[in-house]
Each structure stands twice: as C-alpha cells, then as structure tokens.
C-alpha cells in the first residue's frame, strides 16, 4: 500500500526534518508513529498526504509515486485519504451534518446523496440525534467522531490521524481508538501520529519510532485488544 | 465543473455576500467610478466626433472675387470651379447679397453700416467639398489651385479649427486609455484587497476543502464568480450615472446652452460602447479576482494543519 524510500525533508540549511526513512505499510495496517515533540510525526505524515514536497527520497501508494504530482493529481490523491486532526478542524458555522456532508459535496458527490452518506455515518458513530448541532456545541468526543466521519464519507482506504486522541479524555480517546480499530478491520490502512504510550500499548500492532528526523525503531507490537 | 459543485459554488457565493457585504459593496462601488470616469470619457469623445462630423457637413471653401469683374467672367468662373472634381456645390454670392446677409448678422446693430458703399465687402464664391474629399491635404490643394486663379482675389477656410477640434478629439481619445487604464489597475488592488479579505474569511473552509480533495477550479470559482457580479454591478451602476448625467445636461440645455450649442443635440453611448463598458466591468471583476487568487493561492498553503 505504501512505500516510503529514502525519503527526507530539509526545510532549510540548517533544519532536517527527516533523514533517509525507509519504510513499507502493508493494506489493512494499523501504524502508530511515534517519537518526542520535532520527531518529524507531523512532517512524515503531511508528505504522505502532499501539503509537503519532500527534498528527496520517494513515496509510493498503490505503486504510484505521489512526490511528483500536478494540484489536480494532488486533490486526486487526498480523495483516497481521510484525515483526522487534534483539534479536530470542523467549520463551526456548519452543523454535524454538513461538515461531514461537504467533504463529499466538493468531489462532485450530489447534495441529497451526501447528506445521506453523512446522516448514515453520524448514525453508525452514534450521533444520530446531534447531526444538527454545531461543533461548539458538541464535547470534545463528539466533535471528534464528527470528524472521523467526515474523513470516512468518501470511503478512503487510507487514514491518517494526527494526535486524535490529544484533545480529549482518556474514556473518551478509548471510544475513539475502538472506531479506528474497527474502520481498520473493515480493510483500511490507518497511520496514526501520537506520544500517547497507553494508546499504542493498548492498540499498537505495529510502532514507528522517530527521532530527530531519523527511524530509530519499527516495532511490530503485540496487539492489546 | 461538474452540476452538483455549481449549487455549491453559488451556496458559497451568497454566504460571502452576507458575510462580507460592505467589502463587496466597496468594492463595486470602486468599480463603478472606474467604469463611470471612462464613460465619461467615452461620452465625451462620442460627442466631440458627433460635433466635427456636423462641422465637417458644413465645410467650405469662401473664394472672395476681384472687384470690378464682370457676369460673364464670375459665370465662367463658376463653370471652372464646379468641373473641379472636389466640389458637391458652389454659390455666387454678389456685393449685394454680401451687403444683405451681414445687415441679418447685424440685426438691431445694422444701423452701424449706415453710410458705407453698397460694394464694400467683396462678391464671394461659396464652395462646398465633397464628403470623400474632406481631408486637410486635398483640401489645402484645392484652396492652392482656388488662389492661383487670376479672378479669385483670396481663398479661407476653416480647416484649422477643424484640425484643432480633431485634435481636441485625439486627446480625449488617449486621455480616456491613460485615466481607464490607471484607474483599471488602482481598481485591481481594490479588488486583489477584496478577494484577500474573502479569502481570510472563508480560510478555515478553503483549507478544508483543499484537505478533502476539492479540485482548484472549485476553490477558485467562488471568488471568480463574485469578481464578475461585482464588476456587473459596478458596470450597471456607472451606466446608470452615466444616463442620469446626460439626461441632466438634455433637460438643462436651454439654460447652459451657450455652451452647448455647438453640439446641438447630444449623443449618449452607442450600443457598442455600453458592450465595451459591461465587458471591462466584467473582466475587471473575473480576471482581477483570478489573477490576485492564482497569486495568495500559490503563496498560501494550509500551512496551519497541525500535521
């Protein structure tokens, strides 16, 4: 699914993100990455999803090398992927229903058709009642599982999570790792950026270790559940 | 574009109206006075043209005869002049006619000839030019062969001020590019400023929509689309004052007509001017918003995901 070859980013003379990292992920694989605040998390993951370019080194997803694309093949790529923030980014002027809903609508998806894709995802997350509520109005749980299922609508094969759990309570963040888990038993490939050593004890079935920049360790974990 | 986005880009269009209305109303505004002082200008030229065609039906060359010539040799004369190629018309006007229409001219002052000779101003010969041939080099060569005539004592006509007024006309002409094109790019900034705000307004939005796979053009064609109803608006706006300003000087010609009377009647713009003044508002609207979105669009990305 995806292959990362001696990849790094330097964002100026003096500042390597990443240095040389290697790394193949496999379909349905549930991957923690981890590491100290400056690691290079962030920065693997915004290469993966192309907000970054990397200075050298490859990814490949589905055997497609995604390092060289054109905005439209960049936009066709994030269609594939869902993702998911700390804090969590819904439009709060847009109630739960039509956060999730617009990501659909903006890749040419019918209203009617994305209202009821959002409507059924907000059902199967158990927000059934709150699809008309605004974000503010939601708790830090809720506001997540919107977004979990905003980054589900368009049905990707690959999530990537940013410290979901960061923003919220330790019962709340369990609820929210079983989602995943379960979205990863349904086939997706989830790659999930956390220092949260519960979490991955709890869930990890494998663990990327960063550090400064380099792959210190790929650790394939038992899985706690 | 794909039909289900445009429902969404119009949602996207009406809520920036909301959201931003004085912005956007600034910024019509700004394009209406851009578009107003260039028709006006427009409005102007178009009169000034309309005033040179009307002198120009009216030029004509006056050859003033030597005294004392005969019928027989003013009539030869005329034959002469009318076998010139140039000429439409000619006119005799003898010592008497002069003498009659100047005491007309004079009106309640005609008693100031009181006790001058009949014959004091010459007999004339009123000579109308054909409309291909009112061109200032044709015409100096006519009035050059018109004086070699040994029966002709002197030849006027008023092809300066003719010249003078086309000149007027020419820098009318240019001074409406320099201004529109001045006030085009100072409406530029205006509208760069507008889709700025637009943009930091609806930032959160635009990032998201990058984020979920929205392609370029969707991103873009809301603030496309605002771009060119400004520019419509604006365009709508200046045409109105334009008309209201005509309508104003037509109904107070009476009054100012001294210095209107040489235009007679005024002209307003021409149906293809009015295209011209819709399409610059449009494109100043649509191309000013795409140019200053292609510009923060490659400057700006969603850099505050905090991946």
Not at chain 1, 159 to 166: F, N
Not at chain 2, 264 to 282: C, D, E, N, R, Y
Request: aromatic content about 8%; proline content about 3%.
């Amino acid at each position: 699914m995806i292959q990362v070859l001696h990849l790094s980013k330097i964002y100026g003379p003096n500042r390597r993100a990443l240095t040389d990292i290697n790394l193949a992920i496999v379909k349905g694989e549930l991957v923690f990455i981890s590491g100290p605040s400056g690691a290079g998390k962030s920065t693997l993951l915004k290469l993966l999803f192309r907000e970054e370019e990397p200075s050298e080194g490859q990814i490949l997803i589905d055997g497609h090398n995604i390092t060289r694309l054109s905005s439209r093949g960049v936009a066709q790529l994030r269609r594939k992927i869902g993702l998911i923030f700390q804090e969590f980014r819904l439009l709060p002027h847009l109630t739960a229903l039509d956060n999730v809903a617009l990501a659909a609508q903006v890749i040419g998806v019918s209203k009617r058709e994305s209202r009821n894709r959002a409507y059924q995802l907000l059902r199967e997350l158990g927000l059934k009642e709150r699809c008309d509520a605004k974000p503010l109005t939601l708790s830090g749980g809720e506001q997540q599982r919107v977004a979990i299922a905003r980054a589900l609508v368009n049905e990707p094969t690959l999530l990537l999570a940013d410290e979901p759990t960061g923003n919220i309570d330790k019962e709340t963040a369990g609820e929210i790792m079983g989602l995943l888990v379960k979205i990863r038993d349904r086939g997706a490939t989830i790659l999930i950026a956390t220092h949260d050593r519960q979490i991955i004890r709890r869930y990890g079935t494998r663990l990327i270790l960063l550090d400064h920049g380099v792959l210190v360790d790929d650790l394939a974990q038992a899985s706690g559940r | 574009m794909k039909i289900s986005l445009v429902g969404l880009v119009f949602r996207q269009v009406g809520t920036s109206f909301r959201h931003l209305f004085w912005t956007h109303v600034l910024t019509a505004a700004t394009m209406a006075l851009t578009l107003f002082s260039f028709g006006a200008f427009m409005l102007l030229q178009t009169n000034l043209e309309y005033l040179l065609k009307g002198w120009g039906d009216q030029l004509q060359i006056t050859a003033y005869l030597n005294n004392g010539l005969a019928e027989p040799q003013v009539d030869a004369l005329m034959q002469r002049i009318r076998a010139m190629p140039e000429v439409a018309r000619a006119r005799h006007i003898s010592h008497a006619e002069a003498w009659r229409d100047f005491q007309t001219a004079l009106g309640a002052q005609s008693g100031l000839l009181d006790g001058l000779p009949r014959d004091v101003l010459p007999a004339s010969i009123e000579i109308t030019i054909k409309p291909e041939n009112r061109d200032e080099k044709i015409i100096t060569q006519l009035a050059a062969r018109l004086s070699d005539d040994n029966d002709i004592a002197s030849v006027e006509y008023p092809q300066e001020w003719v010249e003078r007024l086309e000149l007027v006309v020419l820098g009318v002409g240019w001074a409406k590019w320099i201004l529109g094109g001045v006030l085009f790019l100072a409406t530029l900034f205006i509208v760069r400023s507008t889709v700025k705000l637009a943009l930091f307004a609806r930032k959160e939005e635009v990032e998201i929509m990058q984020l979920v796979g929205a392609s370029e053009e969707l991103i873009q064609a809301p603030f496309v689309l605002e771009g060119m109803i400004q520019g419509l608006i604006g365009a709508g706006v200046s045409l109105a004052a334009l008309w209201g300003g005509y309508s104003l000087l037509q109904d107070h010609m009476p009054t100012i007509g001294f210095f209107l009377a040489p235009f007679g009647q005024l002209q307003f713009l021409a149906p293809h001017h009015i295209a011209l003044l819709v399409a610059t508002g449009w494109l100043l609207g649509s191309a000013g918003s795409l140019f200053s979105l292609r510009r923060f669009i490659k400057t700006w990305h969603p850099s505050s995901a905090k991946f």
